[in-house]
């Protein structure tokens, strides 16, 4: 499979297929496609189609095979910002914010990633339902605005607002802590938490995240007062 992206604010990725090479992908994804290009939708059975739910995905995927030779299929981007492609091997799996999965090749899986620490679990924003993407091949991922990427050494910590966390290794731990100073937490606009990763491993932050956006917007809305 090649694949080249293309676009700014609202990106495309194009996956050129050989005959009998597929793609999986979120519902409602593709944009075009070549004539020679199946289609089929699936779920992958129950535990796979709940575990999808909960991180916010649709329960079903499509599976694009090209068939009697190459083809091409295009995934869009749903909001403004950029497409990762990351390259997963079965020592290497990443983890990713739920809602950032957009398509893959064949080889990869996808299961919902739990964090392990309860705190982390109720205040750390994306950090407690993530999607954990293993096996072979490349995941095609959303991130919401733009992406900046940090190579994190071991022992090595980077605070983030809860939000901003896009994508990590596995190999990085996520964990939460509290905003210090009464001052900070009622006028600093910055929250109660903010998400602490630890290396070592890469680690993707995305400058929007769509849920800050939309409250960006809805601030904006005049209330009607009729």
């Known amino acids: 499979m090649r694949y080249e992206i293309k676009g700014e604010s609202m990106p495309v990725v194009i996956c050129h297929l050989e005959a009998g090479e597929q793609m999986i992908t979120e519902k409602g994804s593709m944009v075009w496609m070549s004539r ?3 289609m089929e939708t699936s779920g992958g059975g129950m535990g796979k189609m709940f575990g999808r739910m909960l991180t916010g995905e649709s329960m079903f995927r499509n599976t694009f095979t090209a068939e009697g030779g190459a083809g091409l299929v295009a995934f869009a981007s749903s909001f403004p910002g950029s497409i990762r492609a990351i390259e997963v091997t079965p020592d290497k799996p990443v983890i990713l914010q739920k809602s950032a999965f957009l398509a893959a090749t064949s080889g990869i899986e996808m299961s919902v990633f739990f964090q392990k620490k309860i705190g982390t679990a109720m205040f750390g924003g994306e950090g407690f339902l993530m999607q954990t993407v293993s096996g072979s091949g490349i995941v095609f991922a959303e991130i919401d605005g733009s992406a900046v ?3 994190l050494k071991a022992g090595q910590k980077l605070v983030v607002d809860t939000g901003n966390l896009a994508m990590v290794d596995s190999s990085v731990s996520i964990d939460i802590e509290a905003i210090k100073g009464v001052k900070n937490v009622l ?40």
């Open 149 to 151: 990427e940090y190579e």
């Open 187 to 226: 006028f600093g606009g910055e929250g109660l938490f903010n998400t602490v990763v630890t290396g070592p491993g890469r680690v993707t932050l995305q400058t929007m995240p769509l849920s800050k956006f939309i409250g960006l917007v809805a601030s904006r809305i005049p209330s009607n007062n009729n």
């Open 36 to 38: 020679n290009i199946r």
